[in-house]
């Protein structure tokens, strides 16, 4: 078990002395979920308002196929990405294969159902009363819908850090669209499951700490928007 | 030219599936006019109060508000009607905004935090104190108060309150009622109240209606006896009442669960026991308590009959003739036949 605990000590070494290779996949990481977490709130808290606060025929079906898409795995989004930005694919005149941005499309692809339930689901558990109380304010059907949005702010908020929760540990679509390209499309999940696979611990165990401490943030933000709602 | 009611109601019908039904046939309630809706849960209070707030859309019948017939929430015109639900809801926001939100959906943009002050202070919430604070950090009475200090900043035309102090504390409910009291003085608003509370709304309506299933089946003063009603065989039916007592009216009603009507002026107050054979109903009671209207003469005197609640009316004088006080064993004395059949349909 030496191994492991050498390991753990290089890796603080990599993380205290600013080693590039080790830094390149975390911004690598950040600027991909930062990227699909932009687009799938973009996209979904629109589309999850409409789920949640209109009635229309085919909603009960929607809401069932976008909750089925919230157990998406990663490698199924990763081969229909894969097969439609690949060069012989209809989007290959794009050349997001192997890039970054391909990656955070297939990312995005990936939560946006997790943003899309949860704020639908925060729009349908708003109080009953919150309709009627802002009618008889005197709003109109846009100021109601407006202030229904934000009532659900916090709901919606934690479909975000849940969405960027989902987005920063996922393996899968980073490996096959990004293709683990060090210094260009390497992330942390991805040099993680690289470096374990050669034997070397200190990295991996260097980025599974930096991984770990953001889901740690993540978590800590969840657990204050859920006080607050 | 004859001034133009604020609401008239003509064939008003409202229904919730095939159990309960809603039927005003004329109503008309003036501008500046206070109207005190009392009854049981479940007769059509609320309902009715949701109907004048145009948050519901009547089955059958028209409500015209100011001469126009009104369709759903046509907002131009709901904008000059307000209603206070039971419970409030505030929004997740600050007490200033919360209080200054039907200014804003309304594009008004002058003096709001003056507004906002005056209205916090009419219900009695110091702005310095009150205006910051999150809507999660009040009490039950303080939120009830915001909720309706952002009604009145609004100065409508009609003012609806729907059970306004059922739930709140004795100083919460002093505060709504005297913010309500204090607004009509200085604005010509007309005033719908739905309460279980007889004694504010005695001193603080020109007109009280009773409903019951659906139905005003007269003003407050008509106390409302439910069945179920027993034949005797002799004409007459009874209705059982706590320790072997009973309550005679001359029958048949229209069925065994029809209720009842008496008015108040036919029930007479004794100290004694009466000896006056007659009157077929002659029952101990205790007065639970006593309260006089603004616009009335008589004084309404309540009492616990075991099981059932009538409400009595009596002149001041006689009153204190008979040192009638709340806790005072007396005796109620009313004919069988000052008992009349509710007829609904």
């Known amino acids: 078990m030496d191994y492991l605990g050498s390991g753990f000590l290089r890796a603080l070494v990599l993380l205290f002395s600013g080693d590039p290779e080790t830094f390149s996949a975390v911004t690598t990481t950040l600027e991909v979920s930062s990227l699909s977490i932009l687009a799938s709130l973009a996209l979904g808290i629109p589309g999850g308002f409409i789920l949640g606060y209109f009635e229309f025929p085919g909603k009960k079906q929607l809401r069932a196929l976008v909750d089925t898409l919230l157990a998406l795995p990663t490698v199924v989004v990763g081969l229909v990405v894969y097969a439609f930005i690949s060069r012989r694919g209809p989007l290959g005149e794009m050349a997001l294969l192997f890039t970054v941005p391909g990656i955070a499309l297939a990312q ?16 349908e558990g708003l109080d009953r009363r ?19 949005l934000l009532e659900a702010r916090f709901a919606v908020l934690t479909a975000a850090v849940t969405a960027y929760g989902r987005a920063i540990s996922e393996v899968g679509i980073s490996m096959m669209i990004g293709g683990n390209i060090k210094w260009h499309t390497r992330t942390i999940t991805t040099a993680v499951a ?36 | 030219m004859e001034e133009q009611p604020l609401y008239r109601i003509s064939g008003l019908r409202f229904h919730y599936g095939d159990t309960f039904e809603l039927f005003i ?7 500046g006019e206070s109207i005190g809706l009392v009854g049981p849960n479940g007769g059509g209070k609320s309902t009715l109060l949701k109907l004048l707030a145009f948050l519901e859309t009547p089955r059958e019948g028209t409500i015209f508000f100011l001469g ?25 926001t600050s007490i200033f905004e ?65 059970e306004p102090t059922a739930s709140i504390d004795s100083y919460s409910t002093y505060r709504v009622r005297q913010a309500i009291v204090d607004i009509r003085k200085s604005l010509r608003m007309a005033l719908v109240v739905a309460s279980h509370d007889l004694e504010w709304l005695n001193g603080a309506v020109d007109r009280i209606y ?95 009959l075991g099981g059932i609640t009538l409400q009595a009316m009596m002149s001041p004088e006689r009153a204190d003739h008979l040192r009638v006080l709340p806790g005072k064993r007396i005796w109620v004395a009313f004919p069988a036949a000052a008992l009349r059949w509710l007829q609904l349909r």
Request: positive net charge; charged residues 25%; proline residues 4%.
């Open chain 2, 68 to 92: 126009k017939n009104i369709h759903g929430t046509d907002s131009s015109t709901a904008r000059n009607v307000t209603i206070l639900l039971q419970e409030p809801y505030l929004l997740k």
């Open chain 1, 130 to 148: 919150l309709r009627l109380t802002l009618i008889t304010l005197g709003a109109n059907a846009r100021q109601i819908a407006l202030q229904t």
């Open chain 2, 210 to 304: 009773k409903i019951h299933d659906g139905r005003i089946i007269g003003s407050g003063e008509e106390n409302v006896i439910p069945g179920p009603w027993e034949a005797l065989g002799d004409g007459r039916w009874r209705k059982a009442l706590e320790e072997g007592r009973f309550l005679l009216a001359a029958g048949p009603p229209p069925g065994r669960e029809t209720a009842a009507l008496l008015r108040g002026t036919d029930i007479e107050v004794h100290v004694a026991e009466w000896e006056e054979r007659s009157v077929e109903n002659i029952l101990p009671a205790t007065v639970t308590g006593m309260f006089s209207g603004s616009r009335r003469k008589n004084l309404t005197v309540q009492v616990d």
């Open chain 1, 194 to 229: 690289l470096e374990t696979g050669k034997g070397e611990f200190a990295m991996g165990i260097a980025l599974g700490i930096v991984l770990l401490t953001l889901a740690l943030l993540v978590n800590a933000v969840l657990v204050t928007l859920r006080r607050k709602q």
């Open chain 2, 98 to 162: 919360n209080v200054a939100y039907g200014l804003r959906v309304r594009g008004e943009k002058d003096r709001i935090r003056e507004r906002v002050e005056e209205a916090l202070g009419q219900v009695g919430l110091p702005f310095s104190e009150f205006a910051h604070r999150k809507w999660h950090q009040l009490s039950g009475g303080e939120a009830q108060r915001v909720a309706l200090a952002s009604r009145l900043i609004l100065k409508p035309k009609a003012l609806l309150l729907d």
């Open chain 1, 108 to 123: 995005t692809i990936l939560v946006l159902p997790i943003v899309v339930s949860l704020t639908a689901t925060a729009v």
């Open chain 2, 25 to 31: 046939p004329g109503m008309e309630i003036g501008e």
